[in-house]
């Protein structure tokens, strides 16, 4: 069973920056964030696999970063130079298939998520 608890979630201003983190249990190789604007689909903002190989979305390059700490079962999201459309929900995910590449992936566990409001 794989369960996945992210917190870090809050409201600041644009410019800021502002740490996620999701607890991960259980055996998985590709782990992901995605972000889900107000009234529009959830979109895939950075994987990264238990290798640390990282991908990202186009616009969230050189702000975002994501991270695994292994030891702590720990997936992070490093976000600087926050935006107010980078609000929303920001939801971690995991899949345990090492098949392939982990962007664009179906990923079969989600995590509830947690709210980032970036204040203009």
């Known amino acids: 069973q794989v369960q996945l608890v992210e917190s870090g979630g809050k409201s600041v201003q644009a410019g800021g920056s502002l740490k996620l983190s999701c607890v991960v249990s259980?055996?998985?190789?590709?782990l992901a964030w995605f972000h889900q604007a107000p009234g529009k689909e959830r979109e895939e903002v950075a994987t990264v696999n238990t290798d640390g190989f990282p991908t990202y979305a186009d616009s969230v390059k050189g702000r975002f970063t994501i991270s695994l700490d292994n030891a702590k079962n720990t997936l992070y999201l490093q976000m600087n130079s926050l935006k107010p459309e980078d609000t929303g929900m920001y939801f971690c995910a995991a899949d345990r298939s090492s098949w392939g590449g982990c962007s664009s992936r179906f990923f079969a566990y989600w995590g509830p998520g947690t709210q980032v409001t970036v204040s203009s």
């Open positions: 259980g055996d998985i190789y590709c």
